[in-house]
């Protein structure tokens, strides 16, 4: 078989146009796949090894499950292609688990574990946090092989069930099992656009920290109207502390939690993305956070400091007393350029200097957290894939050097010594992590098309050419 480009990728729309892909996202999301809090183990099994496995065998893969190190998690499906030893090999990542349902708090009309279409828009818990994004690949890699007959590279397509829980055990699996998950680059489908017209490429992630903030001066309470202006109120302190952290209009006045030098090629990047409002989404506050910068530019290149839970006294019935102790959780995203580990000594420092030495600092360890993660825009493998997605799409690409978010890349990145990619093939309005989760038909048909040209363009291109990776240099051979 030979077959055609453009062939495949119309393939890859006929999924869509005559309810193929709608059928198998329907069967992958009507299982319950919540993975934090730990419990759904059982189901998390069930969709690996009964439900996306045998999608995937059919494809001509050979499926197994890596167990967990950290029993209570879930398995990651591991589902190998291998064509030829001297072919490169594509590790195409997803996440089959999800964030909880929360479905008392969706539209009385939508349930979360059923698919409901409503014009472009598809209802459901993981339609677009991940399921419906690696069933874009899936369905993408069919299309080319109904086409050509074969692929022309290695596929390892691994699935983990713990990313919404911070990928527990994935870092010890991909240690352990090195040889097995092994590649030349990684691919992963997830994320937001920043536009819904214009394809995007992203290059890793950032890094997520938490720290808790603690003022414990005293046990209990005591009478506001005879200790008020007497004892040292914690909720003042706390609030002196967060304001020392982040300005009034939103800037980090931490020295160290900042970026110190960023290479040229992430500033040209981010100089060249093109966002835009989107609905259902908020607009950035024009006067919030460094001045002087674009929207991409605050994302994608600076560090972001948000204020996730605090409390002082009794917020739920307020009584007239002076507390003993008040608490905040603060979340840090940084860049590659600002090493995690400087962060709660910088912290500390930061506020002594400035008369807060009661104020605790905490680092959270309740559940792990991702690290810093990011490729160089000028890879070949990235060059590939822009140059793939641009010819199929008419138009330039978005190239971003991190996602906002934070994810598992450096697990790899640090394992395998992979490139790391990400396609996201969603949008910013689509209630990710919230109520009413959905997709837009139109991005995940539009998709099929741009992933089907890519792999047709991965097992077609000539290795000889300049800008085209080394062909069978898999790391770990």
Same mark, same amino acid.
């Given at each position: 078989?030979?077959?055609?480009?453009?062939?495949?990728?119309?393939?890859?729309?006929?999924?869509?146009?005559?309810?193929?892909?709608?059928?198998?996202?329907?069967?992958?999301?009507?299982?319950?796949?919540?993975?934090?809090?730990?419990?759904?183990?059982?189901?998390?099994?069930?969709?690996? *090894?009964?439900?996306?496995?045998?999608?995937?065998?059919?494809?001509?893969?050979?499926?197994?499950?890596?167990?967990?190190?950290?029993?209570?998690?879930?398995?990651?499906?591991?589902?190998?292609?291998?064509?030829?030893?001297?072919?490169?090999?594509?590790?195409?990542?997803?996440?089959?688990?999800?964030?909880?349902? $929360?479905?008392?708090?969706?539209?009385?009309?939508?349930?979360?574990?059923?698919?409901?279409?409503?014009?472009? %828009?598809?209802?459901? *818990?993981?339609?677009?946090?991940?399921?419906?994004?690696?069933?874009?690949?899936?369905?993408?890699?069919?299309?080319?092989?109904?086409?050509?007959?074969?692929?022309?590279?290695?596929?390892?397509?691994?699935?983990?069930?713990?990313?919404?829980?911070?990928?527990?055990?994935?870092?010890?699996?991909?240690? %352990?099992?090195?040889?097995?998950?092994?590649?030349?680059?990684?691919?992963?489908?997830?994320?937001?656009?920043?536009?819904?017209?214009?394809?995007?490429?992203?290059?890793?992630?950032?890094?997520?920290?938490? $720290?808790?903030?603690?003022?414990?001066?005293?046990?209990?309470?005591?009478?506001? @109207?005879?200790?008020?202006?007497?004892?040292?109120?914690?909720?003042?302190?706390?609030?002196?502390?967060?304001?020392?952290?982040? =300005?009034?209009?939103?800037?980090?006045?931490?020295?160290?939690?900042?970026?110190?030098?960023?290479?040229?090629?992430?500033?040209?990047?981010?100089?060249?993305?093109?966002?835009?409002?989107?609905?259902?989404?908020?607009?950035?506050?024009?006067?919030? @956070?460094?001045?002087?910068?674009?929207?991409?530019?605050?994302?994608? $290149?600076?560090?972001?400091?948000?204020?996730?839970?605090?409390?002082?006294?009794?917020?739920? =019935?307020?009584?007239?007393?002076?507390?003993?102790?008040?608490?905040?959780?603060?979340?840090?995203?940084?860049?590659?350029?600002?090493?995690?580990?400087?962060?709660?000594?910088?912290?500390?420092?930061?506020?002594?200097?400035?008369?807060?030495? $009661?104020?605790?600092?905490?680092?959270?360890?309740? %559940?792990?957290?991702?690290?810093?993660?990011?490729?160089?825009?000028?890879?070949?493998?990235?060059?590939?894939?822009? %140059?793939?997605?641009?010819?199929?799409?008419?138009?330039?690409?978005?190239?971003?050097?991190?996602?906002?978010? =934070?994810?598992?890349?450096?697990?790899?990145?640090?394992?395998?010594?992979?490139?790391?990619?990400?396609?996201?093939?969603?949008?910013?309005?689509?209630?990710?992590?919230?109520?009413?989760?959905?997709?837009?038909?139109?991005?995940?048909?539009?998709?099929?098309?741009?992933?089907?040209?890519?792999?047709?363009?991965?097992?077609?291109?000539?290795?000889?050419?300049?800008?085209?990776?080394?062909?069978?240099?898999?790391?770990?051979?």
């Amino acid at each position: 078989m030979g077959g055609s480009r453009d062939a495949a990728i119309e393939r890859a729309h006929a999924s869509f146009d005559e309810g193929r892909f709608l059928e198998r996202l329907r069967q992958l999301v009507a299982v319950p796949t919540e993975s934090h809090p730990p419990g759904r183990r059982p189901e998390l099994e069930h969709y690996a *090894r009964d439900v996306l496995g045998p999608m995937v065998a059919g494809l001509g893969f050979e499926v197994r499950l890596l167990e967990n190190p950290e029993a209570q998690h879930g398995p990651v499906m591991l589902a190998t292609r291998t064509e030829h030893p001297s072919l490169p090999t594509i590790l195409v990542y997803g996440h089959g688990d999800v964030v909880r349902a $929360m479905p008392e708090l969706w539209r009385k009309d939508l349930d979360p574990w059923t698919v409901t279409v409503e014009g472009d %828009r598809l209802y459901g *818990r993981g339609v677009v946090d991940n399921k419906g994004q690696h069933l874009v690949a899936i369905e993408a890699l069919a299309a080319v092989l109904a086409e050509r007959g074969r692929l022309g590279f290695n596929v390892k397509l691994m699935v983990e069930t713990g990313e919404e829980a911070g990928s527990p055990g994935l870092q010890e699996i991909l240690r %352990r099992d090195r040889a097995l998950c092994a590649a030349d680059v990684f691919i992963a489908f997830d994320g937001l656009r920043q536009s819904t017209t214009i394809p995007e490429v992203t290059l890793g992630t950032r890094g997520s920290v938490a $720290m808790d903030l603690v003022v414990a001066l005293r046990e209990g309470g005591f009478h506001s @109207g005879h200790w008020g202006g007497l004892l040292t109120d914690p909720g003042v302190i706390l609030s002196h502390a967060i304001a020392n952290i982040v =300005s009034q209009d939103g800037r980090i006045l931490v020295p160290g939690w900042t970026p110190e030098d960023i290479p040229a090629a992430v500033r040209a990047a981010c100089a060249a993305v093109i966002t835009e409002d989107l609905q259902g989404a908020p607009s950035a506050d024009p006067g919030w @956070g460094e001045p002087g910068m674009t929207r991409a530019e605050r994302i994608f $290149m600076w560090t972001s400091v948000i204020v996730l839970a605090a409390i002082t006294g009794e917020p739920a =019935s307020p009584v007239n007393a002076v507390g003993g102790s008040a608490r905040a959780r603060i979340q840090v995203r940084h860049t590659v350029d600002v090493p995690a580990e400087r962060l709660v000594p910088a912290l500390r420092a930061h506020l002594d200097a400035r008369g807060l030495a $009661m104020v605790q600092i905490h680092p959270v360890t309740e %559940r792990q957290y991702f690290p810093a993660s990011r490729t160089d825009p000028e890879d070949p493998w990235v060059r590939r894939t822009v %140059r793939s997605m641009e010819r199929t799409a008419g138009r330039r690409a978005n190239i971003v050097p991190n996602i906002a978010a =934070s994810g598992p890349s450096e697990f790899f990145r640090e394992a395998l010594g992979t490139p790391v990619i990400w396609i996201p093939l969603s949008y910013g309005g689509c209630s990710q992590h919230g109520p009413n989760e959905h997709g837009l038909g139109s991005l995940f048909r539009e998709g099929l098309g741009l992933i089907a040209g890519l792999w047709w363009d991965f097992g077609a291109e000539d290795p000889g050419r300049a800008d085209a990776a080394p062909r069978g240099m898999m790391a770990g051979s």
